[in-house]
Nanobody
Framework: QVQLVESGGGLVQAGGSLRLSCVAS????????MGWYRQAPGKQREFVAA???????NYADSVKGRFTISRDNAKNTVYLQMNYRKHEDTAVYYC?????????WGRGIQGTVSS
C-alpha cells in the first residue's frame, strides 16, 4: 500500500510564494513520475506539473515561469515551489505518483491566495 502526504499549504497574499511537499511511503517500486494537480471550487481537477524519476519536468501553461517542481528520489518526496501566486491559483492541491501499474493520490491540501 502506498500513502502520499502533502504539506506546506496555507494562505498567502497575491504575488507571494508557497512551497508544497509530498512524501510517499509504503510499498513503492518503480516510481516513474510524480506530480501535482489542483481543483478549484466548482471546477474539475487539472494538471499542474509533473517530474520523472530522471528529472524531466513539464508544466501547465497557466503556471509556467511561476511554479517549479522538483523531487528527492532518496526521500520519495516531490516539491512544488509556487511563486507570484494569483487568485486563480486558489485550489486544493493533490500529489500523485505513477508506477507502470498504478496511480496513487494524496488527500490534497489547500492553497489560498488572498487580496
Amino acid at each position: 500500500q502506498v500513502q502520499l502526504v502533502e504539506s506546506g499549504g496555507g494562505l498567502v497574499q497575491a504575488g507571494g510564494s508557497l512551497r508544497l511537499s509530498c512524501v510517499a511511503s509504503g510499498s513503492i517500486f518503480n516510481i516513474s513520475r510524480m506530480g501535482w494537480y489542483r481543483q478549484a471550487p466548482g471546477k474539475q481537477r487539472e494538471f499542474v506539473a509533473a517530474i520523472t524519476r530522471g528529472g524531466l519536468s513539464n508544466y501547465a501553461d497557466s503556471v509556467k515561469g511561476r511554479f517549479t517542481i522538483s523531487r528527492d528520489n532518496a526521500k520519495n518526496t516531490v516539491y512544488l515551489q509556487m511563486n507570484y501566486r494569483k487568485h486563480e491559483d486558489t485550489a486544493v492541491y493533490y500529489c500523485d505518483l505513477n508506477t507502470p501499474l498504478s496511480t496513487y493520490w494524496g488527500r490534497g491540501i489547500q492553497g489560498t491566495v488572498s487580496s
